[in-house]
């Protein structure tokens, strides 16, 4: 299966989860999950949320953040990954000047 996001409408969000700024994305779902290519702008944030049913594995390509997760701050850079358990809450940051783009790939179980 090839999926090709450039065919994919981007959204923009405002406040992701009662977060800070904007975000912009495009997702791909299906019943196993979803996969979104996500641009968290500077001074923007995905505010505090749990994932009952699913695993958010977030891997960082480019830009700075920080992640909390079960009350556990994570330090994110390119190349870094952070995963919220199933049941777990988190909420992500962007703390630098440029975006923070990440893949990100809700797994339900």
Do not use: W
Not at 27 to 32: H, R
Not at 58 to 71: D, E, F, H, L, R
């Amino acid at each position: 299966m090839l999926i090709d996001f450039s065919q994919i409408k981007e959204v923009k969000i405002p406040g992701m989860n009662d977060g800070t700024g904007e975000m912009s994305a495009r997702m791909y779902m299906d019943e196993q999950g979803k996969i979104i290519p996500t641009t968290i702008h500077s001074g923007g944030s995905i505010g505090l949320h749990k994932h009952p049913t699913s695993d958010d594995i977030n891997y960082m390509i480019s830009g700075t953040g920080k992640a909390v997760c079960n009350g556990q701050e994570e330090i994110l850079n390119a190349g870094t990954c952070h995963i919220c358990k199933k049941g777990s809450k988190h909420s992500i940051s962007n703390t630098g000047s440029e975006d923070l783009v990440l893949l990100t790939f809700v797994v339900e179980r």
